[in-house]
């Protein structure tokens, strides 16, 4: 689990960005140079100054699957919300894919949110091969969701 003061944390929020930038499972090319290039973007933003009282005030809980050098190389998160919870941002770094990291990664939240009292653990999937992935995870299709956006109305 990562803390507010990580100092890992700005490549752990940079990471996702690689990791959706590339979809799929298939192995790609981002790896640890580019994701310190994009974790220097996210801490120059602001971004990561942005998230830290978030973590602090336990509304976010993320977990990382680190390099023995402590390159972040798969990333899960979730907010804690009175009982039920969705796990997201779920990614690998491309170069680390196929190594059943983001598995892992997404295993150690569902049971961290249960061990501390979320008793609904869901997660959303745009790609078959996730959801079976999340399937062998114990995951299992119980509904919809209806995501709705501040978009203007279309005809």
């Known amino acids: 689990m990562l803390t507010a003061d990580d100092p890992v944390l700005p490549k752990a929020l940079a990471l996702p960005r690689l990791a959706f930038a590339e979809p799929g499972t298939a192995v790609g090319p981002a790896g640890p140079e580019q994701l310190s290039a994009a974790a220097e973007e996210l801490a120059a933003d602001g971004t990561v100054e942005a998230v830290r009282p978030t973590i602090r005030a336990g509304h976010k809980t993320l977990m990382a699957a680190l390099a023995p050098d402590g390159t972040p190389l798969a990333i899960g998160h979730y907010h804690p919300a009175g009982g039920t919870t969705e796990i997201g941002g779920v990614g690998t770094l491309p170069i680390a894919r196929r190594q059943g ?3 892992a990664v997404t295993a150690a939240l569902a049971v961290h949110a249960r061990e501390h009292g979320e008793r609904t653990v869901f997660l959303a999937y745009a790609e078959d091969t996730v ?10 299709p119980a509904d919809v969701t209806l995501l709705i956006a501040n ?5």
Do not use: D, E, M, T
Not at 131 to 140: H, M, N, V
Not at 151 to 155: K, V
């Open 101 to 103: 990291l983001a598995a």
């Open 131 to 140: 959801a079976r992935i999340y399937a062998c995870l114990g995951f299992r």
């Open 151 to 155: 978009q203007p109305a279309r005809s």
